[in-house]
Antibody, heavy 124, light 110 residues
Framework: QVQLVESGGGVVQPGRSLRLSCAAS????????MHWVRQAPGKGLEWVAV????????SYVDSVKGRFTISRDNSKNTLYLQMNSLRAEDTAVYYC?????????????????WGQGTLVTVSS | QSVLTQPPSASGAPGQRVTISCSGS????????VNWFQQFPGTAPKLLIY???QRPSGVPDRFSDSKSGTSASLAISGLQSEDEADYYC???????????FGGGTRLTVL
């Protein structure tokens, strides 16, 4: 079955860096776009970034532009989020979720598969 | 605050029908389809509705959505105690070139 497993979260000081990973299995990862979505403690969902299946399209929420980089390694079925210059307001659970996939004239729903999330805490 | 506006709370008695609104603009809801999610505390969101009232396998037809102009609504009929959760709307925003979420609505089953 489909599995998305995030890792790499932890406690980090403001201004430092962290790299999150999302290991995918049970579906054709290399054919799907992928998202990162975060949720600050007690708050709502916030979309962070998306990457297309072939890396040709990448987009970020304004608050992380220039600091975060989304990438993927299709040979390893893994999605990444490199987070630099971290701020207290980046503290959140970070989820990966599937993005766009179209085949045979049909497009499958985005955000159908989610990982369990990994907690990033930015604090001195 | 969120680009999409949802009421912070909603409630209904078992068996009733409840609706949750999601208000946006011409660059998001007015131009794109809306997804709806259900989230229980401490768990990942679950996709409920996508692409104009389509439901993933396993989602009961008690859940439906509608859209008019720059607003969308999630309707839950035959309310059950297990429907008590947080609900979020999301869509693509052509101006921001990114996805936007509503602030979420906490549904209480009385």
């Amino acid at each position: 079955q489909v599995q998305l497993v995030e890792s790499g979260g932890g406690v980090v000081q403001p201004g430092r860096s962290l790299r999150l990973s999302c290991a995918a299995s049970g579906f054709s990862f290399s054919s799907y776009g992928m998202h990162w979505v975060r949720q600050a403690p007690g708050k709502g969902l916030e979309w962070v970034a998306v990457i297309s299946y072939d890396r040709s399209h990448i987009s970020y929420v304004d608050s992380v532009k220039g600091r975060f980089t989304i990438s993927r390694d299709n040979s390893k079925n893994t999605l990444y989020l490199q987070m630099n210059s971290l701020r207290a307001e980046d503290t959140a659970v970070y989820y990966c979720a599937n993005g766009r996939y179209c085949s045979g004239g049909r497009c499958y729903p985005e955000f159908d598969y989610w990982g369990q999330g990994t907690l990033v805490t930015v604090s001195s | 605050q969120s680009v999409l506006t949802q009421p912070p709370s909603a409630s209904g008695a078992p068996g009733q029908r409840v609706t949750i609104s999601c208000s946006g603009s011409s660059s998001n809801i007015g131009s794109n389809t809306v997804n709806w999610f259900q989230q229980f505390p401490g768990t990942a969101p679950k996709l409920l509705i996508y692409n104009n009232n389509q439901r993933p396998s396993g989602v009961p037809d008690r859940f439906s959505d509608s859209k008019s102009g720059t607003s969308a609504s999630l309707a839950i009929s035959g309310l059950q105690s297990e429907d008590e959760a947080d609900y979020y709307c999301t869509t693509w925003d052509d101006s921001l070139n990114g996805w936007v979420f509503g602030g979420g609505t906490r549904l209480t089953v009385l």
